[in-house]
């Protein structure tokens, strides 16, 4: 499912012959888990899980992930 993302990209180096960028969200991209197929897989995430439901504790269907890396020219 394709998902818009507000971005800044910064420019280092020189103006004619960048040497870097940096990529970073601006906002908060919110995704399900439960769309994604995101859930526990292991025993113990398993059993954390079930005992969370038991005393009714919810766990919530929506992560916030923001974005930032960097990419630079390899050095000759």
Request: charged letters at 25%.
């Amino acid at each position: 499912m394709p998902k818009a993302l507000k971005i800044a990209l910064l420019f280092s180096g020189d103006a004619t012959s960048p040497s870097g960028l940096t990529v970073e969200s601006l906002e908060p991209l919110r995704l399900s888990l439960k769309e994604h197929d995101v859930k526990p897989r292991d025993l113990a995430g398993k059993f954390l899980q079930g005992a969370l439901e038991k005393v009714g504790v919810k766990i919530v269907d929506e992560v916030q992930l923001t974005l930032r890396f960097k990419a630079a020219t390899a050095a000759p």
